[in-house]
């Protein structure tokens, strides 16, 4: 099938460019095709050359006849039409969110509302091309905090970081946690057909108190004993023995924080020029601390560290000690 519009010198330049630089492999195909073509190849050798069939090359050399450099690339409206019009794929987000964990419910609610049956990876397509992802639930506290404490002391502790950026005042997050051998790692890239298994056993628990600011600075004490309101005083007398500047502490109500044994020190501690800056209930997203705990319960912790006590304890201890140089936190 010979070419019925001629391939120009300036044409040829223009293919060869596309045939060399184009990131699309059939337009390079396309171009190649054409080339030859204009050098006298028969479809057959054609055929031969590409891989495809004679009804491929027709097609090729036809896009060239009727539409020159454009037929090299597909028209706009070719291909497979969307299973789901824009407005059924946001009803398919609406459902997921309805049952977040069980597809099959949306995929009931497809068959029924527009009698089509598609499959459990046609709508996590559909999910992800609505910007939603599979991933973990995160647990939140079960009340909210009081409307108008929670803004007044939201407002505060703004004010308190912008003291803090301008060297003013040192403003540091206290709070504990605690870490045992029920691991907190819940899924992982593993091979197709195989299950990572992480050994999982009661084991003493492990508990953590930390001062911690914005600069990934970070004091922490371990220890297996539980953490009482005077574990926190002594803690606090041994960081903070004199402050040079006014120190605020921010914490939140724990009973261990509010305890008489606290309140009796509040009043030698200002005259050491430290304050303690609570927290409205329910708020743990103030504090900063959290988002430390977060990354090393769910980011940094590795497999390994489940293996025994001993080697959780010597984990855990290795990323407080090397948290701010390893291990770093951007807080914005």
Not at 84 to 97: H, V
Not at 225 to 231: D, F, N, R
Not at 286 to 307: C, G, M, P, T, V
Request: aromatic share 10%; proline share 4%.
């Amino acid at each position: 099938m010979p070419l019925t519009r001629p391939v120009t010198t300036e044409n040829q330049r223009l293919l060869q460019r596309i045939y060399r630089q184009s990131c699309h492999h059939v337009v390079r195909q396309r171009a190649h095709c054409i080339l030859l073509s204009a050098q006298g190849k028969r479809v057959s050798q054609l055929v031969d050359i590409f891989s495809v069939s004679r009804k491929t090359i027709y097609n090729w050399l036809e896009g060239w006849d009727t539409r020159s450099m454009a037929g090299l690339y597909d028209q706009a409206g070719r291909g497979r039409k969307p299973t789901f019009t824009p407005d059924q794929q946001e009803q398919i987000r609406q459902w997921s969110q309805e049952h977040p964990r069980q597809l099959k419910q949306v995929l009931q609610k497809i068959q029924e509302q527009w009698g089509i049956q598609v499959s459990h990876k046609t709508v996590t397509r559909i999910l992800t091309r609505v910007q939603m992802s599979w991933h973990r639930f995160r647990r939140v506290v079960g009340r909210q905090p009081d409307g108008e404490e929670y803004t007044q002391k939201q407002a505060q502790l703004k004010e308190l970081q912008r003291l803090e950026q301008k060297g003013e005042i040192e403003l540091y997050y206290l709070d504990e946690t605690g870490f045992c051998l029920i691991p907190y790692i819940p899924y992982g890239w593993q091979p197709i057909g195989q299950t990572l298994e992480i050994p999982s056993q009661r084991s003493q628990r492990l508990n953590v108190l930390g001062l911690m600011n914005r600069r990934n600075q970070l004091e922490a004490y371990v220890s297996s004993q539980s953490i009482t309101s005077e574990v926190v005083i002594a803690c606090i007398d041994r960081f903070l023995p004199q402050a040079d500047k006014r120190t605020v502490i921010v914490m939140d109500k724990a009973s261990i924080h509010t305890s008489d044994a606290m309140v009796e020190h509040l009043e030698e501690w200002k005259q050491r020029n430290i304050e303690i800056f609570e927290l409205p209930s329910y708020s743990p997203h103030l504090n900063l601390i959290e988002i430390l705990w977060r990354f090393i319960k769910y980011e940094w912790i590795e497999i390994s560290a489940y293996r025994s006590s001993q080697s959780l304890v010597d984990y855990v201890e290795k990323v407080l000690r090397e948290f701010g140089d390893k291990y770093v936190i951007n807080f914005v």
